[in-house]
């Protein structure tokens, strides 16, 4: 007998081999006469603690509980109220805080662009050079107009080179949206 047919006899019981040949390969194979110890030892433990058997009447029960719950219509469940105002409150919420935002930028950009320009203002301020500056083709470039002086910024220490300005990308679709509205 070969050493894989011991161990499948062993694993799972057929009583198709010999079983003189059986005791005699298990007498002469150490490492199968290992495995059958093993597999004894496994056996018992299983017994000790295997939960017992349920009894026909459980399980018809369990199976008659099973096919009455298969059985019954699907009802859709009806909306909660709860998700409804949930989901409203957090709307509006977004839109004020939307709002607020812009209403925020909006008063900065006025009261940066409405300061005094009388002769003292004039008089202090740097007059702008023009300078020319050149950018490489595909080179990220910031262009600060509210600076009195010129100088050069290196856009890649503030954004990744693939990404976009969100302000960009919203006044875009708002431009876009214009038309339909």
């Not at 399980?59 to 219509?73: F, G, H, I, T």
Request: glycine share 2%.
């Amino acid at each position: 007998m070969r050493c894989d047919d011991v161990n499948r006899e062993l694993s799972a019981p057929t009583g198709e081999p010999d079983p003189a040949a059986l005791a005699e390969h298990l007498a002469g194979c150490p490492r199968c006469a290992s495995w059958a110890e093993r597999s004894a030892r496994l056996d018992q433990l299983w017994e000790a603690t295997r939960l017992p058997e349920p009894s026909p009447a459980v399980w018809n029960q369990v199976w008659a509980n099973v096919s009455e719950a298969l059985d019954r219509p699907a009802v859709p469940a009806a909306p909660r109220r709860w998700r409804r105002v949930a989901l409203t409150a957090f709307t509006v919420a977004q839109a004020a805080a939307i709002l607020a935002a812009f209403t925020l930028a909006w008063r900065e950009s006025v009261h940066r662009h409405s300061a005094p320009r009388g002769p003292a203002m004039l008089a202090s301020a740097v007059p702008i050079v023009p300078t020319r500056v050149e950018i490489e083709p595909g080179q990220p470039v910031r262009i600060d107009l509210d600076r009195r002086e010129s100088h050069e910024l290196d856009q890649a220490q503030f954004d990744s080179p693939n990404s976009v300005d969100p302000f960009y990308k919203m006044f875009n679709e708002m431009e876009s949206r214009a038309g339909t509205l």
